[in-house]
């Protein structure tokens, strides 16, 4: 079981060192939150928050990073700083696998969001397969489908509005939301839910024939700061994602959209309670000396 104090008498300083570097990161590259705050998600839904995510592929294996859903991933390095700083102060004692749930903390204190107490004790798992990376939430599913992927893993459809705001950060690329602009259906060519100079302005952006590389948008115009504008994006139609608009055909799922758009201090509070019961689904075996190998 995860305990707040797991580290208390081993590597008391944990906490501190990993912020240091999450924090001197950030000064250098506004997108590093983001990234991380995805990473531990897509961690966590795989196996468990075992830190199974960080794990290069091998021989044949193809790793869960080089799955489709994980090719746009980035910030690895940050949590190789900080396995080198902790290991450096208390050797052989935290899991890559709490450092990432420390870092995606600290991602979203250091953009403005609430802070938490992350449980620990995590391990760090020995498989990691591209081919597992089918079972994260797309982008593209509807509300019965993010329902099954979030209670398959004991989280609520309170969590799954909650966790949504973590959208609030970073970019997307044209891939994620194309299903929505063009053919979107046999009566519709863009999807009749996007409201429609949003929905001209990202056809402008993701044009069909789409040729530039990292072509995309930002996922909310305060896409470096955690806040509560994804609620109130998703109540104008302005959604980037099917998967959040979906949020919507449900009474139970559209009323917490509404009460996270008009208060802050309530998306907070539920965010950081999903993020703990989130980061407790465990799987792993041992503390990995290097993040990127087993031992």
Wanted: proline fraction near 5%; glycine fraction near 6%; hydrophobic fraction near 35%.
């Amino acid at each position: 079981a995860l305990s707040l104090n797991y580290y208390s008498k081993t590597c008391p300083d944990v906490d501190y060192v990993i912020a240091q570097v999450v924090r001197e990161a950030t000064m250098k590259d506004k997108t590093v939150p983001a990234a991380l705050l995805r990473m531990h998600f897509h961690d966590c839904f795989i196996r468990g928050c075992d830190g199974s995510v960080l794990l290069n592929s091998k021989g044949g294996n193809k790793a869960e990073k080089d799955g489709p859903p994980n090719v746009s991933l980035h910030a690895f390095y940050v949590i190789d700083s900080a396995k080198k700083a902790v290991e450096a102060k208390c050797p052989g004692i935290v899991s890559c696998a709490d450092i990432l749930a420390l870092a995606a903390r600290d991602a979203v204190v250091l953009t403005g969001g609430p802070t938490w107490d992350v449980p620990k004790g995590r391990k760090d798992g020995r498989i990691s397969k591209a081919s597992e990376t089918v079972q994260l939430p797309f982008p593209t599913f509807n509300i019965s489908q993010l329902k099954q992927s979030f209670s398959q893993r004991g989280l609520s459809m309170e969590d799954l509005v909650a966790l949504s705001g973590g959208h609030t950060l970073g970019f997307s690329h044209c891939s994620s939301f194309q299903n929505r602009l063009h053919n979107f259906n046999s009566t519709h060519d863009i999807d009749p839910t996007l409201h429609p100079s949003f929905a001209a302005s990202l056809r402008s952006i993701c044009p069909i024939k789409n040729k530039a590389k990292n072509a995309g948008t930002n996922m909310d115009p305060s896409s470096a700061t955690f806040d509560n504008n994804f609620y109130k994006l998703v109540l104008q139609k302005k959604s980037l994602f099917s998967s959040d608009q979906a949020l919507l055909t449900i009474p139970k799922t559209k009323d917490l959209v509404s009460k996270y758009a008009s208060s802050k201090k309530a998306f907070n509070t539920a965010f950081t309670n999903s993020m703990i019961k989130m980061s407790s689904i465990t799987g792993g075996q041992e503390v990995r000396k290097d993040c990127r190998v087993v031992n």
